[in-house]
């Protein structure tokens, strides 16, 4: 199965990290007649707000015009989501770009999409590995556009186990006392931040305890804070980290923690994944030890162009990925820069 990174025009030294080449630019599709349907998962949802936005604007400034992209709101339902799909069929677009309210799902909706002969795009969450290959081995014009998931829970593990047990272990029992917050569970991205965050401590050399079972917050802030002010109340001063796989429920954890009593960097830590605004501003001021940019822009631009190109009659790899860059202290203030 073929694999291709991309990153975008980002300063690769203001952000400390290696970033990919730019793609090469699709090749020249007269675009200006185009329909492109776009389903969102759910729009109430900050990153995928963030990540639609990018979508629609970047498909303008590439010569969509702004009647021809369509975009729906799944609002979390498997059965809605899939009428929108129908809708577009039936309406003819000439591109699909899809976040999936539920990834299983990806074979029905890749066999009725490709039956209609139209170029189909998944973004944020990605089906099985195994249905890739069947688009590859098909030939289909499909493809995935995001990250590798499994990237931002080890950055997550990182930014923790560099602190040092030292730093951590406040209770002093030599080890990492830790809850979990974990995203949806139907999610790919949810499940490796869950596995990668905790397998890059380990192998960083420090023990680690969790001190309940992993509890699922849906990626919402509500449930964060819901969640986390329970952890607070039973495991008091034992919890010294706060694992959660994005930023709007980290935000809400750090509300629990606050309203605890409790500071991070003091007395406890706390990481995300996103880089929302107020995550990378409560990074910089100190209230949350780190998180990870979700490069929604180049995620956004690639998903664009993997459309465009197969307009232009290009074949795309199956699955392409950007990269995710760690965000602590000391880039917070270039990654905020640069989403300006
Ligand atoms: C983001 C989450 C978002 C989810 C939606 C993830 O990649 O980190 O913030 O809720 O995608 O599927």
Same mark, same amino acid.
């Given at each position: ?6 990153g975008?025009a980002?300063?690769?030294? *203001?952000i400390?990290?290696a970033?990919?080449a730019?793609?090469a ?13 776009i389903?969102i998962y759910?729009?109430a ?7 639609r ?19 729906q709101?799944?609002k979390?339902?498997i ?15 000439d ?17 009725k999409?490709?039956a209609a002969?139209?170029?189909l795009?998944y973004?944020?969450?990605?089906p ?8 590859a ?10 990250? @590798?998931?499994r990237q ?5 593990g ?5 602190l040092?047990?030292d730093?951590?272990?406040?209770n ?5 006392d ?8 139907a ?5 490796y931040r869950?596995?990668?965050s ?14 309940r079972?992993?509890?699922i ?7 964060g804070n819901?969640?986390?002010?329970n952890? *607070?109340a ?6 010294e980290v ?7 429920m980290?935000?809400g ?5 606050k309203a605890?009593g ?10 995300g994944v996103?880089a929302l605004?107020e995550a990378i501003?409560?990074?910089? @001021? ?6 990870v940019?979700?490069?929604?822009i ?8 993997a459309?465009i190109a197969?307009?232009a009659?290009?074949a795309?790899?199956?699955q ?5 860059v760690?965000?602590?202290?000391e880039?917070?203030?270039d ?6």
């Amino acid at each position: 199965m073929s694999k291709k990174w991309f990153g975008i025009a980002l300063s690769a030294a *203001l952000i400390g990290t290696a970033m990919c080449a730019i793609p090469a630019a699709a090749e020249e599709a007269d675009v200006a007649d185009k329909k492109v349907g776009i389903c969102i998962y759910q729009f109430a949802d900050n990153f995928m707000t963030l990540f639609r936005g990018e979508l629609e604007n970047y498909l303008v400034d590439q010569g969509f015009t702004a009647e021809n992209i369509t975009i729906q709101d799944g609002k979390n339902d498997i059965n809605e989501q899939s009428n929108q799909i129908d809708a577009f069929i039936a309406d003819g677009v000439d591109a699909l770009i899809i976040n999936l309210v539920d990834p299983s799902n990806a074979p029905t909706v890749t066999d009725k999409v490709v039956a209609a002969g139209i170029p189909l795009v998944y973004i944020n969450r990605e089906p099985e590995e195994s249905e890739e290959q069947r688009w590859a081995d098909n030939g289909w014009n499909v493809t995935y556009v995001g990250c @590798d998931a499994r990237q931002s829970g080890t950055y997550q593990g990182e930014i923790i186990a560099d602190l040092g047990i030292d730093a951590i272990d406040f209770n002093g029992n030599g080890k990492v006392d830790y809850v979990m917050v974990m995203g949806d569970p139907a999610n790919s991205d949810a499940q490796y931040r869950t596995e990668f965050s905790i397998k890059a401590v380990e192998e960083a050399g420090l023990e680690v305890n969790a001190l309940r079972d992993t509890q699922i917050g849906n990626w919402q802030q509500e449930e964060g804070n819901r969640i986390v002010t329970n952890d *607070l109340a039973q495991f008091a001063d034992d919890l010294e980290v706060v694992f959660c796989n994005n930023d709007a429920m980290a935000l809400g954890a750090l509300e629990a923690i606050k309203a605890a009593g409790r500071t991070v960097g003091e007395d406890i830590y706390l990481v995300g994944v996103d880089a929302l605004d107020e995550a990378i501003d409560d990074v910089i @001021d100190g209230s949350m030890t780190g998180t990870v940019f979700n490069n929604h822009i180049a995620q956004a631009d690639g998903a664009a162009d993997a459309a465009i190109a197969f307009l232009a009659g290009e074949a795309q790899d199956v699955q392409q990925y950007c990269d995710y860059v760690k965000v602590t202290k000391e880039n917070a203030e270039d990654i905020k820069a640069l989403l300006q």
